[in-house]
């Protein structure tokens, strides 16, 4: 059986399995795909990873149908040990194989990089601004709500600067309005992760880390510490809410009368903090 | 007679097992040997965490209500590690006990006594100045009400986060006479005494721990206690 021969089967069998996978994936996987579509940032990552399962699945599914085609065809048979034919370079395949790779890489360097320029709060934007640091890319417009996450081992603490600097144990956000999320940490490194809201940015101590998000649906988001942190990592976990703008106006309100007292002996809001941990320690 | 080529590739000699080679039942007994291997060091480092871990210390309850009564000690004063902060606990006999796993009956009210021993390091987050969580939404500090410490102040914090209960303690003095060195500490010595109550809620398991960095002598204050069960951190058996 000559080579050619060969080529036209291990690519048949690759083109009908792509074709199927990227059908299940398109009809069934992509409408659950995480994180879902709680906020316009959970739905862009969302449809980055659909784009990416599609052109990445067959990509997959070549290398390992080449694999087990190579397995069962070219498998040493029964009989003495003989030397396989000459390998010779095939110009067309290389100049063909580093054509589509290079092609797939621009392509998605250049989706990368559009979703990086959009607005914050477009509403197919968001990529700005992912926790990547405190010099963002691009400004959202308008009027965002800034809510600082303070991290420390092991919970997450919020201060809404906007409302008097109030801290709260409790994170809730308006629908419809951007959120401009600034994450530290007060002791080790911690990384917000607020799942549904596909918001993660990581928490050091010293560093602002700005990410935005606009949520568009009313109701429950988890909230985890995504990096290993000590003894009760694990148990750094806590649930968010996205209230109505009446509900969370009455929320903040009640936050800045109930939390009073302590917010009188808080430190004036600053992007990080230096509580000097090592005279806190004994 | 299959045919393998030798190191040099000069010539051919028959195909089959090889002086020096490990055979087939070797190899398979080697794979068995390391998986039991690895078993054993997984179930012997489960087994050493779950027997480290301190005694269930079940707690007093009538008429509803559960008193729990603990202290707070800047140094345990004993092996293994004297010379840790820690909390011990009273049994329902009035003795004390080393452990930070306590169980309370569900749905009752939980009225905490801390004697409070350590010195003041301040807390690193303000914020946990405030009592919350707790009945009334003030604790009793050597019998007056407060609704807010000096974070400056605090020594240490009760807190337990799944219940939303999160009390600042207050730290004795650093010139405070006959202080505490070696558990368990008596009345005599110098303290100051917390109370606040809290409701247990349905059955469940609550990690609770202190919020201040305050393992003296490791990186940041949060090494050794502040990283074990059974110093400055534990469970809450709501039973």
Redesign the interface.
């Known amino acids: 059986m000559d080579s050619r021969t060969d080529i036209t089967r291990a690519v048949i069998v690759w083109v009908v399995l792509a074709i199927v996978a990227d059908l299940l994936i398109g009809f069934l996987l992509a409408p659950h795909m995480p994180p879902g579509h709680f906020s316009n940032t959970a739905s862009d990552q969302t449809e980055i990873n659909n784009i990416l399962a599609l052109i990445l699945t067959p990509i997959g599914l070549g290398v390992v149908t080449f694999f087990v085609y190579a397995l069962v065809s070219f498998r040493q048979p029964a009989?003495?040990?003989e030397d396989g034919p000459p390998m010779r370079g095939d110009a067309r395949m290389q100049i063909g194989w580093v054509g589509v790779t290079t092609t797939i890489v621009i392509v998605l360097a250049i989706v990368g990089t559009i979703e990086l320029l959009q607005s914050p709060n477009s509403a197919s934007g968001a990529g700005a601004g992912g926790g990547q640091g405190a010099s963002v890319i691009s400004q959202p417009s308008g009027n965002p709500l800034e809510v600082q996450v303070?991290a420390?081992?092991?919970?997450f603490?919020y201060r809404y600067p906007q409302y008097g600097g109030v801290?709260t144990?409790s994170l809730a956000l308006p629908v419809g309005r951007t959120v401009e999320f600034h994450v530290t940490s007060?002791?080790?490194i911690h990384s917000f992760w607020a799942y549904q809201l596909g918001v993660k940015a990581d928490a050091v101590p010293g560093a602002d880390n700005v990410a935005f998000t606009t949520p568009e649906h009313v109701g429950l988001f988890e909230v985890r510490c995504a990096e290993l942190c000590?003894?009760?990592h694990g148990?750094m976990y806590?649930r968010g809410h996205v209230f109505p703008a009446a509900g969370f106006a009455k929320w903040i309100a009640h936050a800045q009368v109930a939390?009073a007292?302590?917010t009188?002996?808080?430190?004036k809001y600053a992007h990080v903090y230096y509580?000097l941990?090592?005279?806190?320690?004994? | 007679m299959r045919l393998t080529p030798d190191r040099a590739g000069q010539s051919m000699q028959p195909l089959g097992r090889k002086e020096g080679s490990i055979s087939r039942s070797a190899r398979i007994a080697c794979a068995l040997a390391g998986t039991v291997i690895v078993v054993l060091l997984v179930a012997w480092y489960v087994v050493g965490y779950v027997i480290s871990l301190p005694p269930t210390v079940p707690q007093a309850s009538a008429a509803g209500v559960t008193n729990v009564t603990v202290q707070t000690v800047a140094s345990y004063g004993h092996q293994p590690h004297p010379d840790w902060v820690s909390y011990l606990v009273k049994n329902e006999q009035g003795r004390w006990v080393h452990s930070t796993i306590w169980k309370v009956p569900a749905n009752s009210i939980v009225r905490v006594t801390v004697l409070q021993y350590d010195g003041q390091s301040g807390l690193r987050n303000p914020f946990l100045g405030q009592p919350r969580g707790i009945i009334g939404g003030t604790m009793t500090v050597n019998g007056k009400q407060l609704k807010v410490l000096n974070p400056d102040e605090a020594s240490h914090t009760f807190t337990i986060p799944d219940l939303g209960v999160s009390v600042p303690l207050v730290g004795i003095a650093d010139d405070a006479k006959n202080q505490c060195a070696v558990t368990p500490c008596t009345l005599a010595q110098a303290h100051d005494t917390i109370t606040f109550e809290f409701k247990s809620g349905k059955p469940g398991l609550h990690r609770w721990q202190c919020f201040v960095p305050c393992a003296a002598g490791w990186l940041y204050g949060f090494g050794g206690p502040m990283q074990t069960v059974g110093w400055m951190d534990g469970f809450i058996k709501v039973v």
């Open positions: 009989g003495p040990l303070i420390q081992q092991w919970q603490t801290e144990f007060l002791d080790a000590g003894l009760w148990y806590s939390n007292p302590a009188h002996y808080l430190p509580p941990p090592l005279q806190r320690g004994g």
